[in-house]
Nanobody, 129 residues
């Protein structure tokens, strides 16, 4: 079965850090494009970051640039999202998603949701003020 599983969410105070993990099963990381998205209550789902096996650099949403870092461990089939300097407005359910059998983040818009065809179940991140 092809699936993505997120983990690492939780409750943290403003200014703190969390690391989310997205582990893939049923396919390998030889060619991959993995994105992180988030959705807060009453808001649309938004792109947080994307990393791939072929892009020279990852992509970040404007609201998280300089605070979040995406990375991958191909041996573990896992993509990480290191979140630092967290703010209450970062509170959301965080999802990872992949573009199956594609080795680059979607063009021209890496955060275009319909481009992603496999989604995890999400993990809750709550940042208290």
């Amino acid at each position: 079965e092809v699936r993505l599983v997120e983990s690492g969410g939780g409750l943290v105070q403003a200014g703190g850090s969390l690391r989310l993990s997205c582990t893939a099963s049923g396919f390998t990381f030889d060619d991959y494009a993995i994105g992180w998205f988030r959705q807060a209550p009453g808001k649309e789902r938004e792109g947080v970051s994307c990393i791939s096996s072929s892009d020279r650099r990852p992509y970040y949403g404007d609201s998280v640039k300089g605070r979040f870092t995406i990375s991958s461990d191909n041996a573990k089939n896992t993509v990480y999202l290191q979140m630092s300097s967290l703010k209450p407005e970062d509170t959301a359910v965080y999802y990872c998603a992949s573009v199956v059998a594609v080795s680059a983040c979607p063009r021209p818009k890496w955060a275009y949701i319909p481009s992603y065809d496999l989604w995890g179940q999400g993990t809750q991140v709550t940042v208290s003020s």
